[in-house]
């Protein structure tokens, strides 16, 4: 099992900034990719951006590269999404996933998921 926990999210002006967290533990996370996802109310849960635990590469949506940065922290355990120049369509529940598909950007090759955290950009 892969426990998941993300926090860091919040209201923020268009053009600001936020750091998502998600802390992972279990016996064998470390063997997973890593996933972000978003979903607004009514709309499908989409994919925003993953990172690989050993190799640290990342892969984002078009509509969130050259804006969002995911990074890690092995020490801790914990994986970030560095989130700049906010838009208001970027309003939604974030939420991280773990995966053993590296890479993937469709949901069913996730199977564990935090409980997201709301991201509010106004305008």
């Known amino acids: 099992q892969v426990q998941l926990a993300e926090s860091g999210g919040g209201l923020v002006q268009a053009g600001g900034s936020l750091r998502l967290s998600c802390a992972a533990s279990?016996?064998?996370?470390?063997?997973?990719?890593m996933g972000w996802f978003r979903q607004d109310p009514g709309k499908e849960r989409e994919f925003v951006g993953s990172?690989?635990?050993?190799?640290?590469?990342?892969s984002y949506a078009d509509s969130v590269k050259g804006r969002f940065t995911a990074s890690r922290d092995i020490a801790k355990s914990t994986v970030y999404l560095q989130m700049n120049s906010l838009k208001p369509e970027d309003t939604a529940v974030y939420y991280c996933a773990a995966g053993i598909f590296p890479g993937s950007r469709s949901r069913s090759d996730y199977d564990y998921w935090g409980q997201g955290t709301q991201v509010t950009v106004s305008s």
């Open positions: 279990g016996r064998t996370f470390s063997s997973y990719a």
């Open positions: 990172i690989r635990w050993v190799s640290g590469s990342t």
